[in-house]
């Protein structure tokens, strides 16, 4: 059976199991809606965090990352696992004895302010759509390559299933959902992953295999791909090319970005209690881990995979593979020596950015009738300017997860498998983010600070209704990507770092903090690293401002800190800021010292019943 | 009951804090080291020793995997250790 049935049948099987659940689980009640009315065990917890959390980002393009990056890609694997130590130890436990059900709520009563609450809101909206889009591209990008349909069709498909079961369901539908989409994904990441295990080291097992040696052969795969790499002028595998205060900044910024996310942290708003939420982070950094360590190993064996395969190869003799993904345009070859052989090197890329592209990527020519214009082996022509380096070759990296179960040649299941798995990744992901969003739109601005008298039956129809808009305007921008999206989304975790992480934390551990202290942090801090990024990353508006610009490169930096990095020194700069200012003002109302004292303690300890 | 007599000293419920503090400090300072000193800092030095039997290099592997490992582990004790914290100092409510 071809690879068509197997998505069709794969992918319509796990979508009438989320909209199966999505009926069963329907929300009643705002708390409902809002925190699956806190009664969620721990364990499902724990997998829809992990579900919440894995986006199309872990999914599809993160193997792909580092196996380009080799070691410097280490900073993702390192800082979005991290983050969860932070989050058990240091927030979820005590976030949870706080009850209610926002990060907003958390901010505005421990800083009695209207106005740190709505600096939360803010932040929670701002970094909630710039993920979401992403996700909402994600889901058209995988419908689009497997199913052979339109991008803005995939995109409304999605649209219309995460409309169903988080406008229904709310917090509650949704959270069953990710229990079934985190069964799903890991499923799908797993199972090519221990079929190329056995395939290139003889060892089911990814984690250990891809330390180990190919059957037969003497030296080990790391040392073989290093080789490899280095014949052909890339960087040594395991060797890292970034400067270690940059890889140390941007570990940081990922793990204490992820520590602040809003849509990761209302999930343990939740639980029971307290220790549920602990026990919960516990269960969601070991379902995460799963995968964040088997995607190096990928990462290795899809490397190997590839250089083997294009290296000096003849066009004409390729797999089929390399000819389809060429046709969706994520591989383009320029035969710059004319010898229908592919030259793949690092030397740098193998054709000229366009003018009005962001980046060096491919655009393929095509005759009037937008057919495809073929070259002389039937390679697809590009109008990219060819650079004068010996490369050929472009890969997008994405494809290095979904075109490994053909690179593999696994059975055609397997490649249906990896089709349902990225969109569980990024409807899972995308459904906690809207109810973010939903719940900051209709509780803590509507009914917190224009609407405190509405009744819960009206707050669920603006929670319900925000969440509709929602996906709407998400859906839009996964069908026109703004520009900027793509370079946004990895600042949301510089944004969350810089803002709401350190003013959580001071929160609960000072109870010094006052309103003025963690305001003026939470500005410092995010105007800081919104400024730094925008310089660098959007120089033309810069530019138009009359401001000189400067290269995006290291030696402009400050301190050699990437943008990628900047939300550390931005959290730093919100802690001082925040302890100098809390000196100098007011000591918080004995109201606050409560809430501080209520958070620290198991709730039976302060005689407040069994809960917490 | 009253709640004033479920409720507990202000002394124990100082002495959880303080023990919850210490353990913060240790399990930060391993989660620290793992990710930041070996997979990062000390990561070339620690490249110049092979796991034996694999093809890992140490510091490689610590920022690939091993930080990993001990970050679920870390979690893990936090929570065997609260939850004991959590009993003594309810079952202790009373003493004083």
């Known amino acids: 059976m071809d690879v068509q049935f197997w998505t069709y049948l794969l992918v319509g099987l796990t979508f009438a199991l989320y909209i199966g659940i999505a009926i069963w689980s329907r929300a009643g009640s705002t708390s409902e809606f809002y925190v699956a009315g806190k009664g969620v065990p721990a364990l499902a917890n724990g997998m829809a965090t992990a579900a919440d959390w894995m986006s199309a980002a872990s999914f599809i393009s993160m193997a792909g990352i580092i196996s380009f990056a080799g070691r410097d890609g280490s900073v993702y694997l390192m800082g979005w696992t991290g983050g969860y130590v932070l989050l058990a130890l240091l927030l979820a436990p005590y976030l949870r004895r706080f009850g209610k059900f926002t990060v907003p709520d958390f901010i505005g009563d421990r800083y009695y302010s209207r106005t740190a609450r709505l600096v939360a809101v803010f932040c929670a909206i701002f970094i909630s759509f710039t993920y979401v889009a992403g996700q909402m591209r994600g889901v058209g990008v995988v419908f689009s390559r497997f199913l052979e349909v339109e991008v803005e069709t995939g995109v409304v498909i999605g649209m219309v299933i995460v409309l169903f079961y988080a406008v229904l369901g709310g917090m509650k539908g949704i959270t069953y959902t990710q229990v079934a989409q985190y069964c799903v994904l890991i499923f799908a990441f797993m199972v090519p992953a221990i079929f190329l295990s056995i395939q290139m080291a003889g060892n089911p097992i990814p984690q250990l295999g891809f330390g180990g040696t190919t059957p037969g052969e003497t030296v080990s795969l790391l040392s073989k791909l290093d080789g490899l790499s280095e014949e052909l002028g890339f960087n040594r595998y395991t060797e890292g090319v970034k400067p270690t205060v940059d890889v140390f900044f941007i570990t940081a910024a990922l793990m204490c970005g992820t520590a602040g996310l809003p849509h990761v942290i209302v999930r343990f708003y939740t639980v029971k209690k307290a220790s549920a939420a602990r026990n919960s982070a ?331 | 009951m009253s709640d004033s007599a479920k409720k507990v000293s202000k002394d124990a419920r100082d002495r959880y804090w303080r023990s919850n503090l210490k353990w913060l400090a240790g399990l930060l300072s391993v989660w620290f080291l793992a990710s930041y000193g070996c997979g990062i800092l000390w990561v070339d030095a620690l490249d110049k020793i092979t796991i034996p039997g694999t093809g890992f290099k140490l510091g490689f592997w610590f920022a690939q995997q091993g930080s990993i490992y001990v970050f679920v582990v870390l979690i893990a004790i936090y929570v065997v250790v609260m939850n004991r914290l959590d009993k003594q100092l309810l079952e202790g409510k009373g003493e004083q």
């Open chain 1, 282 to 612: 516990l269960w969601a950094l070991l379902l995460i881990a799963i995968l964040y360590t088997a995607a190096p190993a990928v990462a290795v064996f899809a490397r190997t995979n590839l250089l083997n395969t294009v290296k000096d190869a003849n066009y004409k003799d390729l797999p089929s593979w390399f000819g389809n993904w060429e046709n969706t345009g994520l591989i383009a070859w320029e035969d710059k020596n004319g010898d229908g052989k592919i030259q793949y090197t690092g030397r740098g890329p193998a054709f000229e950015k366009m003018p009005d592209a962001p980046k060096a990527l491919p655009a393929f020519q095509e005759d009037e009738q937008g057919e495809k214009v073929r070259g002389s082996v039937g390679q697809r022509l590009l109008k990219n300017t060819p650079t004068d380096n010996d490369n050929e070759l472009y890969i997008d990296r994405d494809i290095m997860v979904l075109a490994n179960p053909e690179i593999g040649k696994l059975p055609n299941w397997v490649i249906g498998l990896v089709a349902a798995g990225g969109l569980a990744a990024a409807l899972s992901t995308a459904a906690g983010l809207l109810l973010v969003i939903s719940t900051s739109v209709a509780h803590d601005l509507v009914k917190t600070t224009f609407a405190p008298n509405m009744s819960e039956k009206q707050e669920l129809i603006w929670a319900r209704g925000g969440a509709a808009v929602a996906v709407v305007v998400a859906g839009y921008f996964g069908i026109k990507p703004p520009g900027f999206v793509a370079e946004v989304v990895a600042f949301a975790f510089g944004l969350a770092a810089s803002s709401f992480f350190p003013a959580i934390i001071l929160g609960i551990f000072t109870k010094r903090t006052t309103m003025q202290g963690a305001v003026a942090g939470m500005v410092v801090g995010l105007l800081f690293t919104a400024s730094y990024i925008i310089y660098f990353k959007f120089p033309q508006l810069i530019d138009s401002l009359g401001i000189p610009t400067m290269a995006n490169t290291t030696e402009n930096w400050l301190f050699g800190i990437s943008p990628e990095g900047i939300g550390t020194l931005g959290m730093l700069l919100n802690v001082v800021v925040a302890v100098i200012v809390s000196r100098v003002t007011p000591a918080p109302p004995q109201e606050v010292a409560d809430i501080v004292e209520k958070v620290r303690y198991p709730r039976a300890a302060l005689g407040e019943g069994e809960e917490g």
